[in-house]
């Protein structure tokens, strides 16, 4: 049943640009009569949107793919805008979000094809039809990528979507409404709502709206993921993660500490799949240790949209303020800094590139996501403790294993409690495979056939 909509008592979101603390924009928070509307108008476009086939779907997709390609210096700049990425991060994630509508418009036609299941009767099989009208709960972090990551496949299988975009990225939330407009998406497919978290709360209540889909924290989950389960509605839980990065005795260290600079510094380490736990065997903890510490020292913080810059601010003050807390609280428990540990002098929201060796349980920097440029190392005696670590987290969304022996990888790999293990990689999101978490990082899968399968109904067809 429709519930009439509160006003929100925060009349606006501000988009305040991380470099300088400047307050760019101000958008003002829908009132009641707005979300009531949006409501109606996604509730009016699905079954029409749904009716249609698949390749006019996927022709939308495609000029969404065309819009996002044109625009992307554009695009690319409101997001350092916004949230502070380095220029050229932001570029490579507008160009992933047009390789996941094009994606998606080439193979939903394959990954939602009815199956035929062997039974007794004439014919059963199984059909991949669309739920209805979805709420995204989004984040700042990669503002385009984390909402197209779930919109292209959900549009492709016939649902429509609300999208409630963090409050510190209203402009690309905009952005992105543009972006479906030009491509000729029908009004109602995806509605914009600027809304704070009560009202979004009253929108996952309304019984238009048939399931959620959260990218966020573990608190945020808690609060999401109990709304839904108490009004029965479907939900995908993408929450944080402290990625295990486990270095055997016989890795490489030339490419190893590479790769440990980039999975822990891009994005300022605000990456939801980003190395946080440098989980390193004893024989060769010295040595990795030293390069990665000169490696690290080379992220030189400044103006995101600068090429010589390769250490962005964070998105937030507040959230630069707290991870200070939890590196200081980490040192007091017995935690050595051996890199950065402190905010930059004089900046709005930057954090030095940081290490911090001998961490162990009780710290934040073990127990804790730290999401923001700070490595806590963690030696250990051999692989069979390296793994027993790595697993002694409640997170479970990626891990990775650095060795010289590809097979001793794999077996290590298959021993981590994740959503995804890679050997001799950086872990990352790839259209193709799935992707999510076990534990606290949630539930449910993004990306590949499973992907797009999480938001329709696996309907059983028997005709005996
Ligand atoms: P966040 O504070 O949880 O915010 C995410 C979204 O949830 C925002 O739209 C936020 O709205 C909303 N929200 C926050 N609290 C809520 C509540 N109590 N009820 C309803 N909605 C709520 O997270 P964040 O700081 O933006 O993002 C960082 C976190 O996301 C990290 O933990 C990171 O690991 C995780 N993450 C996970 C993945 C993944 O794929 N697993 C990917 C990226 C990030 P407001 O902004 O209006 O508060």
């Known amino acids: 049943m429709a519930e009439s909509f509160q006003e929100s008592t925060m009349k606006h979101q501000e988009s305040i640009n991380p470099a300088t603390g400047k307050v760019e924009h101000r958008v003002p928070l829908l009132d009641a009569a707005a979300v009531e509307a949006r409501l109606r108008a996604a509730a009016g476009a699905f079954p029409a949107w749904s009716s249609r086939r698949l390749e006019e779907r996927g022709a939308v997709l495609r000029k969404v793919a065309g819009e996002l390609r044109s625009r992307r210096e554009d695009l690319a700049q409101l997001m350092t805008a916004e949230m502070g990425k380095l220029r050229r991060e932001a570029l490579a994630e507008i160009d992933k979000c047009a390789t996941v509508c094009d994606h998606y418009a080439a193979h939903a036609a394959g990954y939602l094809q009815s199956e035929d299941i062997a039974t007794e009767a004439q014919r059963s099989y199984v059909r991949y039809e669309p739920l209805g009208c979805v709420l995204a709960v989004m984040p700042w972090n990669f503002p385009y990528w984390q909402v197209f990551r779930f919109l292209a496949p959900a549009l492709m299988a016939g649902n429509v979507a609300l999208l409630k975009h963090a409050s510190n990225v209203p402009r690309c939330a905009d952005a992105i409404g543009e972006l479906l407009q030009a491509a000729g998406a029908p009004e109602g497919v995806l509605g914009v709502l600027h809304i704070d978290n009560e009202q979004a709360a009253q ?154 060796d001998n961490v162990g349980p009780g710290m934040p920097a073990y127990d804790e996501e730290l999401f923001g440029p700070v490595a806590a190392i963690i030696r250990v005696r051999d692989e069979a403790e390296a793994v027993r670590v790595a697993n002694d987290t409640r997170y479970g969304l990626g891990g990775s294993v650095w060795t010289a022996d590809a097979q001793r990888g794999e077996a290590v790999a298959c021993q981590l409690q994740c959503g995804a293990a890679f050997v001799n990689a950086v872990v990352k999101s790839d259209v193709r495979l799935p992707f999510g978490g076990v534990k606290r990082s949630g539930y449910g899968r993004e990306l590949g056939v499973h992907g797009i399968r999480e938001f329709t109904n696996i309907k059983t067809v028997y005709v005996a």
């Open 203 to 356: 929108v996952l209540r309304d019984d238009r709206v048939v399931a959620v889909t959260l990218t966020g924290s573990e608190r945020a989950g808690r609060s999401i993921a109990a709304n839904a389960g108490e009004q029965i509605k479907k939900c995908v839980m993408e929450l944080g993660g402290s990625d295990a990065f486990i270095v055997l005795e016989d890795a490489d260290l030339d490419s190893t500490v590479d790769a440990a600079v980039r999975s822990r510094f891009d994005n300022s380490g605000q990456t939801c799949i980003a190395a946080k736990r440098f989980i390193v065997v004893d024989a060769i903890a010295d040595a990795f240790v030293e390069r990665f510490v000169a490696a690290a020292s080379k992220r030189v913080y400044g103006d995101p949209t600068r090429e010589e810059t390769t250490l962005a601010p964070l998105a937030r003050a507040d959230l630069r303020d707290e991870l200070h807390k939890q590196v200081q609280a980490s040192i007091e428990r017995g935690a050595k800094p051996l890199l950065g540990c402190e905010p930059v002098a004089g900046s709005h929201a930057g954090y030095a590139a940081s290490i911090l």
